[in-house]
């Protein structure tokens, strides 16, 4: 389950890459605890810096928040390698918003998962007073990740199921060989470059 969600992660992120001007509103949507991965928080989270200073949060504008970013080791932060493979995992940009959905379901679903194990750890300890503050605890995280799924777009919620057929296909030919069937052919952004552009032939399963 888990192993989808970092797949969502890198479409969603990879989408906003290559067309910044187009997905960047999904960045309202998602938040930084939803990513599972943490490189994937950290890109996001510099997608968002980039917007706060007025700027498309394009693979550049990135690239460049990322140079910046103190928790960073050096050689990471100057490795633009990741940020192209972010692009290549993109199916189709404009499926961004559907995307974002699954990446906040599948913060919602750890956040429910943690306080359910957290409420069954108290209960193990034969203490009831602790089970119970924690089972309060999570009714109130229930509560609030109810909130926010319902305050999604309904459409949002419809298209999941589309979105997981899309990265479903794409784990699936993302080991055939280059120039192979379904395989992405991409040219490796890189610093001082225009981004890249993705060219994508989908076996006749993939949705549209």
Known sequence: ????????????LGAVLLDPAGEQRVLDLVEVA???RPWHAQVFAAMQRARGRGALPG????????QNDPDLPR????????????????PRARHAPAYAAMVIEG??????DLAGSRMVQASGTGEVEAAWQQADRARRALDACTARWLALAAHLR?????????????KATSGSARGG????????????????????????????
């Open 1 to 12: 389950m888990w192993e989808d969600g970092v797949h969502a992660e890198r479409a969603l």
């Open 34 to 36: 939803d990513m599972f």
């Open 59 to 66: 693979p550049a504008e990135v690239y460049r928040e990322l």
């Open 75 to 90: 050689s990471v932060a100057r490795d633009a390698v990741p940020l192209a493979g972010l692009m290549e995992a993109a």
């Open 107 to 112: 913060g919602i679903r750890r956040r429910l």
């Open 158 to 170: 419809r298209e999941l199921p589309a979105a997981k057929a899309a990265t479903q296909s794409r």
């Open 181 to 208: 069937p379904g395989h992405a052919a991409a040219t490796r952004w890189q610093p001082g470059r225009e981004p890249c552009r993705i060219s994508l032939r989908h076996p006749p399963s993939s949705p549209t």
